[in-house]
Nanobody, 121 residues
Framework: QVLLVESGGGSVQPGGSLRLSCAAS????????MGWHRQAPGKERELVAR???????NYADSVKGRFTVSRDNAKNTVYLQMNNLKPEDTAVYYC???????????????WGRGTRVTVSS
């Protein structure tokens, strides 16, 4: 069993910053890709940013230059630093990780329960 737990969401004014964290725990042999998706009201879930085990990163065009994804492999944790937040960043942010739970097993996809981010004046 693998558990992903997000933290760091909240309410902020436009132009403000937040830092999200997501810690993975449980049966973990290897963590490959970790990342963040978000879902705004009435919209589909979308990729925000992802980072591989080799520290390669990808970002949605809408957050490039404002968000930074990073990871601490010793803590099985991924972070999302969000700067210059805009009202359109308002959404529930979900942590996602591709994890091999036991040696010899295939990659499995796990999701956190989400943390809400609200950007409003």
């Amino acid at each position: 069993q693998v558990l992903l737990v997000e933290s760091g969401g909240g309410s902020v004014q436009p132009g403000g910053s937040l830092r999200l964290s997501c810690a993975a725990s449980g049966s973990i042999f290897k963590i490959n890709v970790m990342g963040w998706h978000r879902q705004a009201p009435g919209k589909e879930r979308e990729l925000v940013a992802r980072i591989t085990s080799g520290d390669s990163t990808n970002y949605a065009d809408s957050v490039k230059g404002r968000f930074t994804v990073s990871r601490d492999n010793a803590k099985n944790t991924v972070y999302l630093q969000m700067n210059n937040l805009k009202p359109e960043d308002t959404a529930v942010y979900y942590c996602n990780a591709e994890i091999v739970p036991f040696m010899g097993w295939t990659n499995l996809n796990y999701w956190g329960r989400g943390t809400r981010v609200t950007v409003s004046s």
